[in-house]
């Protein structure tokens, strides 16, 4: 069973809803006691990295998060809750992060290099590049766009680029992994057959080769 980390910040019923339409009953805690029955854990989020840290320390998921990764479970993060998996967030000033994946969340610049503006928040629908096609997240994912909505991005090692986008002249790690502990900064509830496939693939399998 999939337990969901409601940790006051997380698009909970979308992703219910979607994890119920591949078949899934999911449950919602933030009880560290509760998830642990889970077989796998899911941190969605929206909000401010700041916000969201504070929330998981109050509620001590913080520790359970990073001893489920320790221990080898599947852990998958969503929009926010794929950005708290990293080191640090320059949001709102410098707060460390969960440190399960080597990366620091930053603020998109609004110009490219050569001085030409660009709308953030990245807000809509962009296409997916393959970085690593054999992850288990991308099996039988096929070519095409997702939904983003976010004003921060990652910078993160090629190792743990699984799937990355492009927005202004920033590449956007989309699709980030490493061992058991996956995350997409897009919303896969929200992104059509591609998204629903990566949920299938972290739900019905997630088995890291």
Not at 32 to 48: N, Q, R, T, W, Y
Not at 50 to 65: A, C, N, S
Not at 85 to 90: P, R, V
Request: hydrophobic share 35%.
């Amino acid at each position: 069973m999939i337990g969901i980390v409601d940790y006051g910040m997380g698009n909970l019923h979308s992703v219910t809803k979607g994890l119920e339409r591949i078949g899934h009953t999911p449950f919602l805690s933030e009880d560290p006691k509760e998830l642990e029955k889970a077989s796998k854990i899911l941190l969605p989020g929206v909000g401010s990295f700041r916000d969201g840290m504070r929330e998981l320390q109050e509620r001590g998921l913080d520790e359970f998060l990073k001893n489920w990764a320790q221990s080898g479970r599947q852990l998958l993060g969503i929009c926010l809750g794929m950005q708290l998996l990293f080191e640090e967030s320059e949001e709102n000033g410098p707060t460390p992060g969960l440190c399960l994946l080597p990366g620091h969340v930053k603020r998109f610049s609004g110009k490219t290099e050569t001085g030409h503006s660009y709308k953030v928040p990245h807000m809509g629908w962009n296409r997916l590049n393959f970085q690593q096609e054999h992850h288990p997240i991308l099996k039988d994912v096929p070519s095409g766009h997702v939904y983003f909505v976010h004003s921060y991005v990652v910078e993160t090692s090629n190792d743990v680029l699984v799937s990355s986008s492009e927005y202004g002249d920033q590449l956007v790690p989309a699709v980030v992994g490493r061992g058991n502990v996956w995350g997409t900064q897009f919303h896969p509830e929200k992104s059509s057959v591609l998204g629903m496939q990566m949920l299938k693939n972290f739900a019905n399998d997630g088995e890291v080769s």
